[in-house]
């Protein structure tokens, strides 16, 4: 029997995917293409924009031309609209954010029965982290773990924990035990993933997010280094730093800290639980330990009362903090939020104008960082060897392209940046 896939949006789902598709491999199936034709078809679905809604409908309708038996569609997408996917014609196996683990029984039922199964939970119902389990690891250069999932903040514009339900965390020593299997698999950077990673410990009792980062430091034989995907710069506290102080050599020098806006009206309209002097102060503590530290972030322009002035702060505050890298994306108005019920939105023009006006400070700022690194040794993760040439990232994040190394795919290699260049520098390699 042949399986294919298709995995839209986050890392998080990627995981997932993966998770489930192994389960699929276990038994013997082929993994073929996705363009093939399969018996069955997974799809891991993302509805974090509007254009992700998009993509997912796409995708479905490319699934149903290749008839496969069965076709599994899972993720956020379906938790909040199922009913608008369910379709006679085809034998599905539809489930939302939970019950992951039983999709692989439910699509061999439903192979031999020719019925249907749909199994969509409440997200906001689900208390229990679930945990999957990965046989094998794809991917051997970064190694993305998931630790936790859902979100508590319900910032106004986004509809992901209505998708993903609250925040839950994955019990440690799975999370011990898997880095230790990636890195025993020769991977050298672990990415912690989340929906909202480092509010990891909230559902605890005493264990917090900086007792994980410890504990994997302590008890993780032949760790390389270990980055942090994401963390809101609320959940950045002296613990934390306390911990990413005392082993420098294992964690990334890097942070990504969601802005989102650098208007206070703003933030506090889309409910983000802090305003922009807190934020500052915050990324200047954050220097005061690691003064070369990279701070990139997400940031979403034409909010919907984000006027021209609010939106000529937030040019001057992205500015001053001086990000080494800004995701920006235009506001999309979602079904389903408090945003969404204000019943405003500004013309999309605009919008794209303003993204546009922030592409070129970031890319202004992206340089001014990499500039700092002029001529000096990076450990680069080896992600790709394509078209005769290397790249990867540096524990600062830095992406930087070196000469074709054949085969070495997932080594670390020093590597001297020797001309600036976003998104990609240019460097000459001194050791792998
Ligand atoms: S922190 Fe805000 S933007 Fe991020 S997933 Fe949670 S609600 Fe959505």
Redesign the pocket.
């Known amino acids: 029997m042949k399986v294919n896939y298709c995995s839209l949006g986050c890392k998080v789902n990627l995981y997932e995917t993966e998770a489930v598709l192994n389960e699929f491999i276990d038994n013997d199936f082929k993994l073929v293409s996705f363009n093939e034709k399969a018996d069955v078809t997974i799809i891991n679905t993302c509805t974090v924009t509007n254009t992700a809604d998009q993509k997912t409908r796409q995708m479905i309708h490319k699934a149903l031309r290749n008839k496969p038996k069965v076709l599994a569609i899972m993720g956020c997408f379906v938790a909040l609209d199922y009913k608008e996917i369910v379709d006679q014609d085809v034998t599905q196996v539809i489930i939302g954010t939970s019950n992951r683990s039983k999709l692989y029984d439910y699509v061999i039922k439903a192979l031999e029965n020719k019925t249907s199964f749909i199994d969509i939970e409440d997200p906001l119902e689900i208390v229990d982290y679930e945990e999957l389990k990965l046989s094998r690891f794809v991917d051997k250069t970064r190694g993305f773990v998931k630790i936790q999932d859902g979100?508590?903040?319900?910032?106004s514009?986004?509809?992901?924990?209505y998708a993903?339900g609250r925040s839950r965390s994955r019990d440690k020593d799975n999370i011990i035990k898997e880095i230790q299997d990636l890195t025993n698999n020769g991977v050298y950077e672990i990415v912690l993933t989340g929906?909202?990673t480092a509010s990891y410990g909230e559902d605890l009792e005493n264990y917090s997010f900086a007792d994980l980062l410890e504990e994997i430091v302590l008890k993780v034989k032949g760790l390389g280094r270990l980055r942090i995907s994401s963390i809101?710069v609320t959940e950045i506290t002296d613990e934390v730093l306390k911990v990413i102080k005392k082993y420098p050599s294992h964690f990334c020098n890097h942070l990504h800290i969601?802005l989102?806006s650098g208007s206070d009206v703003v933030l506090k309209e889309m409910?983000?639980k802090y305003d922009t002097s807190y934020y500052f102060q915050k990324i200047q503590k954050i220097r005061e330990h690691f003064p070369l530290i990279n701070i990139t972030t997400d940031l979403m322009v034409g909010f919907y009362n984000e006027t021209k002035e609010e939106f000529e702060k937030v040019k001057e505050f992205i500015q001053k903090v001086e990000f080494g890298e800004i995701h920006v994306f235009p506001y999309s108005r979602r079904k389903g939020t408090l945003a969404y019920e204000a019943k405003k939105d500004l013309k999309g023009d605009l919008k794209k104008a303003r993204v546009n006006e922030v592409l070129s400070i970031n890319k202004e700022l992206a340089l001014k960082y990499q500039a700092k690194y002029l001529n000096q040794i990076l450990e680069i993760v080896i992600e790709k060897n394509e078209k005769g040439i290397c790249f990867g990232h540096a524990s600062n994040y830095l992406k930087v392209a070196f000469k074709d190394l054949q085969g070495k795919v997932g080594s670390v290699a020093k590597v001297r940046l020797v001309e600036l260049g976003y998104p990609l520098g240019k460097g000459e390699v001194i050791e792998v």
């Not at 979100?151 to 910032?155: A, G, K, Q, S, T």
């Not at 514009?157 to 924990?161: E, G, L, T």
């Open positions: 979100c508590n903040n319900f910032c514009y986004c509809r992901i924990p993903r929906i909202n809101e969601p989102q409910n983000r």
